[in-house]
T-cell receptor
Framework: DTGVSQNPRHKITKRGQNVTFRCDPI?????LYWYRQTLGQGPEFLTY????????KSRLLSDRFSAERPKGSFSTLEIQRTEQGDSAMYLC???????????FGEGSWLTVV | QQQVKQSPQSLIVQKGGISIINCAYE??????FPWYQQFPGKGPALLIA?????SEKKEGRFTISFNKSAKQFSLHIMDSQPGDSATYFC?????????FGTGTSLTVIP
């Protein structure tokens, strides 16, 4: 069990640039979640996939954000035209259908300068 | 609107003492209440969880107390150790929705 893997772990980008994060969930998990966490706050839900279908998106997920899970395995989260307010840790988590427990990756830190 | 309210924001405990973190919720649809532990630079890791039909769950030094009528639950860390120093998040879930508290930064001093 390799756990949830995220990369890159850290990304510094200039405002206005696009960034993409990748998440590889635990292999048998069919559910995948993206969360955002800022300092001093708990994780905030962004979006959720069951297999390749994106079933839910938070209002936090502006039109500059897009997430995909093309084959129901890994997922990508792209942020276009980054803004300083996008600076945060982006967490990916996965779980099995019917199970309450979600398992987080170590997160991808984004700093927009 | 914060679905889960967590307190205190920070906590300092002597080694060997008891650490207590409290959470409250409003939505009675929540059916699972996990606690996560997060070390700096790492993602949250599941620590212990409870369902609302149980009033207490214990795993080693960690205990969840659950009061369904008051819509409150708490994490107790017995014999706190410096290695327990981390941020703790409570959460409440139903279906695919997970709502996290704002976290408690615990420092255990030797």
């Amino acid at each position: 069990d390799t756990g949830v893997s995220q990369n890159p772990r850290h990304k510094i980008t200039k405002r206005g640039q696009n960034v993409t994060f990748r998440c590889d969930p635990i292999s048998e998990h069919n559910r995948l979640y993206w969360y955002r966490q800022t300092l001093g706050q708990g994780p905030e839900f962004l979006t959720y996939f069951q297999n390749e279908a994106q079933l839910e998106k938070s209002r936090l997920l502006s039109d500059r954000f897009s997430a995909e899970r093309p084959k129901g395995s890994f997922s990508t989260l792209e942020i276009q035209r980054t803004e300083q307010g996008d600076s945060a840790m982006y967490l990916c988590a996965s779980s099995l259908s019917g199970r309450n427990t979600i398992y987080f990756g170590e997160g991808s830190w984004l700093t927009v300068v | 609107q914060q679905q889960v309210k967590q307190s205190p924001q920070s906590l300092i405990v002597q080694k060997g003492g008891i650490s207590i973190i409290n959470c409250a919720y409003e939505n009675t649809a929540f059916d699972y209440f996990p606690w996560y532990q997060q070390f700096p630079g790492k993602g949250p890791a599941l620590l212990i969880a409870i369902r609302p039909d149980v009033s207490e769950k214990k795993e080693g030094r960690f205990t969840i107390s659950f009061n369904k009528s008051a819509k409150q639950f708490s994490l107790h860390i017995m014999d706190s150790q410096p290695g327990d120093s981390a941020t703790y998040f409570c959460a409440a879930t139903f279906g695919n929705q997970f709502y996290f508290g704002t976290g408690t930064s615990l420092t255990v001093i030797p």
